[in-house]
Structures are given as structure tokens and as C-alpha cells.
């Protein structure tokens, strides 16, 4: 069964930066489509970018386009998401998720059956 595992969140100030990590065991993240997902509090799951099992490609969010950035390491079994320009609105608990029913991957979150257990990010001044 894949495990999967977030960190890196934490707290930072508007305009700050955050890399979030999601690891993958025992399974390779090349053999998955990975999503990133967040959930702010009395608000809905919303995703925010995924890769590509096949090909490494990225798809982002309109809301976090030109801010966010989703990479692999698969030596190490590892997604991450490096996250600039914080704002207050991107604060919540973020999630990694796994699926390999789709070629490419969606940011839609019906798709995925594999969740982490989620990492906070807080954003204030």
C-alpha cells in the first residue's frame, strides 16, 4: 500500500516562501501521478498543482500559476512544492495525493485515492 508523507510546512510572513516535501514509500513517484491539494479552514479541498507520472509535466492552479512550483526527485521518492509569494489566502493544511488509473494527472481531487495526512501553513503578519 503507498504511504505517503508530508512536511515542511510551518509559518511565515506575507511574501514569504515555504518548500513542501511529500515522500513516497514503498512505491516510486515516477509510477504515480502526484497532486497537491490544501484546505483551509470551513472551506472546501482545493487543488493546487500535480505531475505527471509519465512525463514529469505540471499543472498548477490558476490561483497559484507563476508562484508555485511542483518538482520530483525520484531517487529519492519525493515531490515537492516550493510555494513564493505567500499570501494569507494560500494558508491551510496541505495535502499530497497518489492515483495511476489516469495517464496525466488533474488537480481534481475525485481522482485520487491515496492521501497523506497533511502538513499546516500558516501565512501572517
Known amino acids: 500500500q503507498l504511504r505517503l508523507v508530508e512536511s515542511g510546512g510551518g509559518s511565515v510572513q506575507p511574501g514569504g516562501s515555504l518548500n513542501l516535501s511529500c515522500a513516497a514509500s514503498?512505491?516510486?513517484?515516477?509510477?504515480?501521478?502526484i497532486g497537491w491539494f490544501r484546505q483551509a479552514p470551513g472551506k472546501e479541498r482545493e487543488g493546487v498543482s500535480c505531475v505527471s507520472a509519465n512525463d514529469g509535466r505540471a499543472t498548477y492552479s490558476d490561483l497559484v500559476t507563476g508562484r508555485f512550483k511542483i518538482s520530483r526527485d525520484i531517487a529519492k521518492r519525493t515531490v515537492y512544492l516550493q510555494m513564493n509569494s505567500l499570501t494569507p489566502e494560500d494558508q491551510g493544511d496541505y495535502y499530497c495525493?497518489?492515483?495511476?488509473?489516469?495517464?496525466?494527472?488533474?488537480?481534481?481531487?475525485?481522482?485520487?485515492?491515496?492521501w497523506g495526512r497533511g502538513t499546516q501553513v500558516t501565512v501572517a503578519a
Open positions: 514503498p512505491f516510486v513517484v515516477d509510477y504515480y501521478n
Open positions: 495525493a497518489a492515483e495511476n488509473k489516469y495517464l496525466d494527472c488533474s488537480i481534481s481531487a475525485s481522482r485520487y485515492r491515496d
